[in-house]
Structure formats: structure tokens, C-alpha cells
């Protein structure tokens, strides 16, 4: 192996081959020395120093040789490879810069060194050709690029389109739904500040038109002259009503006191057609500073008049449904009868004014108006019906869709009125579309049954009796001869019930003077004291099991404007009746006292009492307690009535107190004669 071989063998053998040899070197002249030194026992000093002389020739041999070891194999050595070294270096900060490099190379690959090489300049060619794939890559990618950026610009463009679209769309949107609204209906203000806003004009109206003429005006941001001036004095409106064709025009404002400048203003007058008449029926008038109304805007504003028509179209049947529902209300609710109508699909039940009128429990909303059917809770109703679970069960009846056959008669608040309930089916296009319910009051009738009855009870007894004994005392005196004490006494008893007979007749007579206004009164100023005492000692004098006890204050005077007989009769029907209802006698308290600027006249008794159903009935004609204990006294009925039309002609008022078992307190409120004379002043 010659020298050229060997340095270009791997440098880890070549290192290791020159330090074996300087190692084994070492120690075969270190070995040598030490045989050399150990043989010279015995010898003499001159011996030993020339031997300790050649041990250091041996030496410094031995550091030649190493010297020479390192300036002519290990030199050059590190040379080759710091050469080699400093070459990778610097085409690896070229190749770390982006910079190009040479990829050839003559260091042959047998050491480390090489093969570091051949290792860096094959990743160096990688390198190399993945950056020519990439840059070609890159170029691709900024081709594709350039294609996004263009098909970017078309979406844009299309977004932009797209938006302006919306926001056409949601404009639109808004006065679609602001015509739909039920505020446009009763007001177009709204309709036009949508159009003013959505169209960016600075002021416009919703000219409505009636028979070829401007009706009336719903102005945006215009003042009293302005509207009156477009009115009158349009030239481009009256245009447009004649041809009935869209219109714009622009003028020149020169002297407007307010901005001291001329401007221009540019207009915009759409018609507004009917489309069913072809009539016009409205003008959309638009006006802007500006710039004017292009071509795409009167179209879109053509397209706004078309909905406009059908709002107006839909206004205008609104009017005239409501107008005929209030109509059929207003019929309805002149019908004297209660009417409740249950609608089956809606679900709902209304009723006339009549009907709250009866139902008192009914509450009405203050926004209704006497003008509409109103909502009706019919489990309301039901709480003032005497005949509850009979009635829902009608009802109930009329809900599931069955009609019953004849009338239903029920009663409220425990017998004030008297009605009679009948039920209709209502038909539409020959379908059941609801229920009438007709509630007829036949109070009036039931009372005039009642008062027939109670006639014909009262002649039957009151009538009967007196007769009979006149009759048959007459006809005793006259087949039969009697003593004349006996005679006189028969007399008597004909002449007591005579007088009956003529009273009888008298209450008859007062009570239909009395609800005629034909009863006159001849009033005058006096003491009521003195007709009550008189009238209790009158009374007094006609019963012993009773005690008529008087609660006067007698240092204050109880003067009274009125009528003296009347007063009289009055304080005797009560005190006649406080004594008759109490048939075990016992006390009857008279009392008068000053009540508010009133006199007030009090009879109370501790008698049999008035159950509380014959209250509300009490003043009326004919009526009588329905009880047996009651009916055993007898009496036409009357008396309390003609004291309610005695007190309602003296402008006063009568009331009654009573618990069933314990007695009766009777009050009746008269205008002190301070008050009278007021009145009369």
C-alpha cells in the first residue's frame, strides 16, 4: 500500500494506524531503555552515565520520530479535512441563503469526510429539485390564484348583487307588511313614512281620490300650504289624474326665504289604479333634492302602487264590512229581546246590549261601544239564574248542536225577572254556522198573571165576604121580624160592611188615579206630629192586645210640605199593617226624627216578619205574603202600594227592614219643609 492509498483511506484508520505505531514505538524504546538501564548492576559510574546518555538519545529519537509523525502524516491529515470542512461549509450557507451551488465534487467517498460530502450534496440535489417543484408548484399556485382572485371579483360582484337584492327584498318586505298591518287600515300615515323612508326622498303623500276629486291627504314632512298647494295648484298631478299614466318632473326653487339659495326639486307622481274598475283611486306623490327619479326607481315605485291598490281595496271592504256590522249590531241591539249568539267553529258567544241589560253580572269592557256584539261568559249568566242546573243543562244542550223543541222559562235574582228562553239554528250556504239563543223577559206578562190572579183572589174573598153579609142580614130583615135591638145590630153589621166594601173600592180607584198622575194633592205646611198622634190614638182605641208606643222628641217641630189626607191614609196603612202582622199583639214603636235635612217616619213591629223572597215584591199591586200564617189575615194588597206612590208624590222614599220570625221596621224619608221651600224658591 503506497502513501497516496493510504491518505486516501478513512481517516479513522489512518488516525488509528499513526497513533498504534507511535504507542508500540513507545514501548519498545521504553522497554529497551529499561533492559538497557537494569543490565548496568555493578558497573561503574562513568558506565552508567553513558548508559543514562543513550536512554536519552533513545528518547529524543522517540520524540522525533513523533514530530515527524505529526508534520508529515497528522498535518496534512487535518489540512485535507479542514479544506474539506470549510468547502461543505460555505455551499451550506449558500444552499441556507437560497443561493445556487455547484453539485460537483472530486472527494472521493472511502473516509468519513467523503462520505459526508456525497451525503451533502445528495441532499443538496434534493433540496435542488424539491425547490424546482416547488417554485413550480408556486407558479401553479399563483396561476390558481390569480383564477381565485377573478372568480373572488365575481362573488363580490355577486354578493354585491345580492345584497342589493335584500335589501330590495326586505324593503319591499316592510311595506308589504306595513299595507298589511292592521294600523293601515284606520291610518296611511305609516304607509307613507315607510315609502318616504325606503324610496330616500325628503317629503311625499298619499293623495286618496273619490269621484275624479282629491279627498283627502296623507302627508310626510309637509306643511299645511304644501298640501293645500298640491291640491290645487299640481300642473304634474292634475297631469297624471287625467292620463292616469306615471309622471316626474323637476323645478327650480329660486327665492325660498328659508335657504337663500335656489335649488332644484325633482318630483315623482304614481297613479294608483283599481284594477277590478279601472278608476283611479289614489296619487303616491314623492319629491327629493337631490338628484332625480331614475328609470329603475319608477318602476319599483309602479310595483309599490300596485300593493297600495290592494290596501286601499282592502281598507275600503274593511269599511264597508265594519259599517255593516255595526248596522247589524245596531239592529240587533234595538231589538228589545236578549239575544246570545254561540258561534260553533269559533268557539265563541256573543250577546246583545239587551242581554247585559237583563244580566247585570255581564261586565262590559269600557272600548266597547253600545254600537257591537259583545263577548259573553255564559258561567256568569248562570250564577244569577233561580234555575241553575236546569238552564246549563239547556245550554249544554244548545252547545253540542242540538236544538231543543219549545221554550225554556227560567226566573233571575230570585224572581225579578220572569224570561222565556227559545233557541234558533242559524244556516249559511246550507251548513249550521251557530245558535240564537232569544231570551224573551215576560215580567210584565207574569206580572199581570200575578196581579190577575191576586184580583181575582181578592174579589173572590175580599169582595165575597162583605156580600155575603149583606145578603144575609138583609135577607134576615126582610123574611123575618126581629126585635129592634137585634135589627140594629144586623143594620150595623150591613153598614160596617158597606164601608168595607167602599174602602175597597177607594184603593182600587187611588191606586189607578196614583199610577195615571191623575191623583191631585192639596199640599200644605204642617206638623207631622200631630197627624201621628192622631192617627195612633185612632188605632189604639181599635186593638187591645196591642201597644202603640210613640219616640217623638217633641221640642223639635217635624214640619212637612204635603198633602194632610194623604199623610193620614199613609201613616195608617202602616200602622193598619204593623198591627195585622202581628196577630199575638205586642208592641208597635212610631217613631220620628230628623235625618239629613229629612224627616224620617220609622213603624217598627215585633210581628211575623217578611221572608226574604216576597222583599223585592212588597210595593207591588196586589201582592200578599205567600204564607200560611199570612194568608189566614187577609187584605187586598194594595195598602203598601198606594204608600209607595203617596211617598213618590211627595218626592220621598219608603224602605222596609225585616227578619223573618222577629218583626218588620218600615221607614219612610220625607223632605223637611226647609227643603221644600228651597225648591219652591
Not at 308 to 321: D, H, K, P, T, V
Not at 390 to 404: D, R
Not at 548 to 573: C, P, R, V
Amino acid at each position: 500500500m503506497n502513501m497516496k492509498q493510504w491518505m486516501t483511506e478513512k481517516l479513522g484508520r489512518q488516525l488509528m494506524a499513526v497513533f498504534y505505531s507511535v504507542f508500540v514505538w513507545s514501548v519498545i524504546t521504553s522497554v529497551a531503555s529499561f533492559l538497557y538501564i537494569d543490565n548496568a548492576t555493578g558497573q561503574t559510574k562513568e558506565q552508567v552515565l553513558d548508559q543514562l546518555q543513550q536512554t536519552q538519545w533513545f528518547w529524543f529519537l522517540n520524540l522525533l520520530i513523533f514530530l515527524l509523525c505529526l508534520l508529515f502524516i497528522v498535518r496534512p491529515l487535518i489540512g485535507q479535512l479542514t479544506m474539506q470542512l470549510h468547502e461543505l461549509n460555505i455551499k451550506s450557507q449558500r444552499l441556507a441563503e437560497g443561493k445556487s451551488i455547484s453539485l460537483e465534487h472530486d472527494i472521493p467517498a472511502e473516509n468519513e469526510v467523503g462520505q459526508l460530502t456525497a451525503s451533502f450534496y445528495q441532499m443538496a440535489r434534493s433540496i435542488s429539485s424539491q425547490h424546482t417543484e416547488l417554485s413550480r408548484k408556486n407558479q401553479m399556485m399563483e396561476q390558481n390564484q390569480e383564477a381565485l382572485k377573478s372568480k373572488q371579483s365575481e362573488l363580490e360582484r355577486a354578493l354585491e348583487i345580492m345584497r342589493s337584492n335584500e335589501v330590495h327584498l326586505q324593503d319591499r318586505n316592510e311595506l308589504i307588511e306595513t299595507l298589511a298591518s292592521k294600523e293601515s287600515l284606520f291610518d296611511y300615515s305609516s304607509v307613507i313614512s315607510t315609502i318616504v323612508r325606503l324610496t330616500k326622498t325628503e317629503f311625499g303623500a298619499l293623495l286618496l281620490i273619490k269621484n275624479n276629486e282629491i279627498s283627502s291627504v296623507v302627508p310626510k314632512e309637509m306643511t299645511l300650504e304644501q298640501q293645500e298647494s298640491l291640491k290645487t295648484e299640481s300642473l304634474l298631478i292634475k297631469r297624471v289624474m287625467i292620463s292616469k299614466e306615471m309622471a316626474n318632473s323637476s323645478k327650480k326653487v329660486a327665492n325660498d326665504e328659508l335657504i337663500g339659495f335656489p335649488y332644484y326639486i325633482y318630483e315623482a307622481v304614481i297613479p294608483i289604479m283599481d284594477p277590478a274598475k279601472e278608476e283611479l283611486i289614489a296619487c303616491l306623490y314623492l319629491a327629493r333634492f337631490d338628484q332625480a327619479f331614475k328609470e329603475k326607481e319608477l318602476i319599483e315605485l309602479e310595483s309599490f302602487s300596485k300593493q297600495i291598490a290592494i290596501s286601499l281595496m282592502r281598507m275600503s271592504l274593511y269599511e264597508q264590512m265594519e259599517f255593516e256590522r255595526k248596522e247589524t249590531a245596531q239592529l240587533l241591539n234595538s231589538v228589545r229581546e236578549a239575544i246570545l249568539y254561540i258561534k260553533h267553529d269559533e268557539k265563541t258567544i256573543l250577546g246583545n246590549q239587551a242581554l247585559f241589560d237583563i244580566f247585570e253580572s255581564l261586565q262590559i269592557e269600557k272600548e266597547n261601544d253600545s254600537m257591537t256584539f259583545l263577548e259573553v261568559r255564559p258561567e256568569t249568566m248562570f250564577e244569577q239564574v233561580d234555575q241553575k242546573e236546569a238552564f246549563e243543562a239547556y245550554f249544554e244542550e244548545v252547545l253540542s248542536g242540538q236544538i231543543p223543541d219549545g221554550m225554556f222559562s227560567l226566573s233571575i235574582d230570585q224572581g225579578q225577572y220572569f224570561i222565556q228562553v227559545y233557541a234558533e239554528e242559524i244556516m249559511l250556504s246550507e251548513q249550521a254556522k251557530g245558535t240564537i239563543l232569544v231570551f224573551r223577559d215576560v215580567t210584565a206578562e207574569t206580572e199581570i198573571d200575578r196581579m190577575k190572579s191576586e184580583l181575582v183572589s181578592t174579589v173572590s174573598h175580599e169582595l165575597r165576604t162583605p156580600l155575603s153579609s149583606i145578603y144575609g142580614f138583609t135577607e134576615l130583615m126582610l123574611k123575618r121580624k126581629l126585635d129592634p135591638e137585634r135589627n140594629k145590630r144586623y143594620l150595623q153589621t150591613i153598614h160596617d160592611e158597606s164601608k168595607r166594601l167602599t174602602d175597597l173600592v177607594s184603593d182600587f180607584l187611588n191606586v189607578q188615579r196614583m199610577e195615571s198622575g191623575k191623583q191631585s194633592y192639596d199640599k200644605e205646611v204642617f206638623d207631622l206630629v200631630d197627624t201621628v198622634k192622631e192617627q195612633t190614638r185612632f188605632y189604639q182605641a181599635a186593638t187591645e192586645q196591642h201597644r202603640l208606643q210613640l219616640d217623638i222628641d217633641e221640642t223639635h217641630e217635624f214640619l212637612i210640605n204635603a198633602d194632610k189626607n194623604s199623610m193620614k191614609q199613609l201613616i195608617g196603612n202602616l200602622v193598619n199593617n204593623a198591627i195585622k202582622y202581628s196577630p199575638d199583639g205586642g208592641d208597635v214603636v212610631i217613631s220620628l226624627t230628623h235625618h239629613h235635612n229629612q224627616i224620617e217616619l220609622s213603624i217598627r213591629d215585633f210581628g211575623l216578619g217578611i221572608p226574604s223572597s216576597a222583599m223585592p215584591h212588597l210595593f207591588s199591586k196586589f201582592y200578599r205574603v205567600d204564607n200560611s200564617d199570612s194568608r189566614k189575615i187577609g187584605g187586598t194588597g194594595l195598602g203598601l202600594s198606594i204608600c209607595k206612590e203617596i211617598v213618590r208624590a211627595h218626592d220621598g222614599n219608603i224602605d222596609v227592614e225585616s227578619i223573618l220570625g222577629e218583626g218588620t221596621v218600615l221607614k219612610v224619608l220625607l223632605p223637611s219643609v226647609s227643603d221644600t221651600l228651597i225648591e219652591m224658591d
